[in-house]
Structure formats: C-alpha cells, structure tokens
C-alpha cells in the first residue's frame, strides 16, 4: 500500500460518508491508523490494527465513544463493501475473556469494520449479564435496548434480543478500573498522562459504587437509583459509558 493511499480519506461502509482517520499509540512503537464514522457508529482498522493498540489507545478510544455518544445512529446495512478494495466484507466471530464477539472482514485482507458494541466487547469493557445480574434487572426493569441493534427487549419473556439475537450485555466497572490503571501507567511513562492521584480518586469513585448522574454499582452492576417500574428503553451499555466516561473526561 502506497503512502498516499495509507493516508486518503476512506468511505465508511455502511454509509459511504468520509470517515474520520485518528492515528493512535501503538502498543511497541509508532502509531496506529483508525478510521471513524460516528454515524454508524463503527471504526475501520486496517489489517491487524485493533491487537496493535496501545492501553492508552483503547481508552482513548472509549473517550472518543463516549463523546459521540448522542450521534444518530444508522442501522447497519446488509451488504458492507471493504473501503480499500471493494470487496464485500463477511461478518466474522472471535472470542476475548469477554466472551464472543463480532466484525466484518475484508477477505482480502485489507481490514476490518467494527461497530463501537463490538469494540467494548472485544476489548472487554462490555460482557454479557449472569443469569443472577439478569434477574437482577428484571426486578427493576420491564423494557431494554438491545445495545448492539436498538430493538427493544422485553425482559419479562425473553434474555437475549429476538431479532439480531445478541445477548443482554453491560459495561463491566471491572473491566474500566483496570484499564483504568494500564492507561495511567503507559501514559505516566511519557510524562504525559493523568496524575496517579487524579487516577485513583476516580477509582475510588468506582470501587464507591457511585457515580455521577444518579447511577450506582449494585454488585458490580450498573444501575440507575430508583428505577422502579421505569427503565423503558434503557442501554446498559451506553448507561456505563456515559458514567464512566464522565470519569474520564475529568
């Protein structure tokens, strides 16, 4: 692959708008290219690209998620072509400690198209609930977002969603403190990262089970205070990265 072309602009695949190239921390040496589009909600590597992140990378990362959180969203289309070669991208599983997860892949090689659910997933911000933590939320909730395709789930008679079937997932604080403590460490490195006070007085705040805009950890699972009967339309998963993304913006 030519310079020039390493550095053109590419089209998103599921909208064909002009994504947005970031270069982030590489976790040897250098620098990784990453392709954004905020619309979809879904990031382009190139080949091999996401092993290669830097800790400090991945949260910057989540901090670039968790400030686009608001951005519309488009449903992700059924045929994806690959932005380098035109190929059509076929969707492909993997397995993390987090359990499985999902991306579309060039079969030439040239990369891949994750959605930001996928991303957590694989980079173990987000897992699946326990048959306890799902029971857990029932108690409290009628009526969920799926958080990979928006369909609403009803808790009452089904625990995975009936029409991309992806299970009920949630942001693990287990998985932010420890990355949490890897960012600190590899940025303070460079002198340019958070103070190690800074760092863990937002750990405090985590392991406090509370955090700003009214949310707590019960048993290490985020929920709002006083839910009751009225978590219509909740995302776990985009409920934990606005809270912890407050964090980290501090």
């Not at 064909?16 to 619309?39: I, K, N, W, Y």
């Not at 979809?40 to 400030?67: N, T, Y």
């Not at 892949?105 to 897992?127: A, H, S």
Request: proline share 6%.
């Amino acid at each position: 692959m030519s310079d020039e072309t390493a550095f053109a602009a590419i089209a998103c695949p599921n909208c064909h708008a002009r994504m947005q190239p970031q270069s982030f921390e590489r976790h040897d040496q250098g620098s990784v290219r990453v392709d954004l589009c905020f619309t979809c909600a879904g990031i382009w590597f190139d080949h091999l690209a996401s092993p290669l992140l830097a800790p400090a990378a991945v949260i910057e990362l989540f901090k670039e998620i968790h400030a686009h959180r608001d951005s519309a969203r488009r449903p992700m289309a059924s045929q994806l072509p690959c932005p380098r070669c035109g190929e059509g991208l076929a969707q492909s599983f993997d397995l993390s400690k987090a359990g499985r997860f999902s991306y579309y892949r060039c079969p030439r090689g040239d990369g891949r198209f994750t959605p930001f659910f996928q991303f957590l997933r694989e980079k173990q911000f987000v897992r699946s609930l326990t048959p306890g933590e799902l029971q857990r939320v029932r108690s409290q909730v009628r009526q969920i977002t799926c958080s990979e395709c928006g369909a609403p789930i009803d808790l009452e008679h089904e625990s995975q969603c009936k029409y991309c079937r992806a299970p009920i997932s949630y942001l693990d604080p287990d998985a932010v403190e420890r990355a949490l403590r890897m960012w600190s460490e590899a940025e303070n490195r460079r002198h340019m990262g958070p103070t190690p006070e800074a760092v863990n007085q937002a750990l405090a705040q985590i392991r406090s089970h509370q955090v700003d805009g009214g949310a707590h950890f019960s048993d290490r699972l985020l929920l709002p205070e006083g839910l009751g009967g009225a978590g219509l339309g909740l995302d776990l998963v985009a409920m934990g990265i606005h809270a912890i993304g407050r964090l980290l913006v501090r």
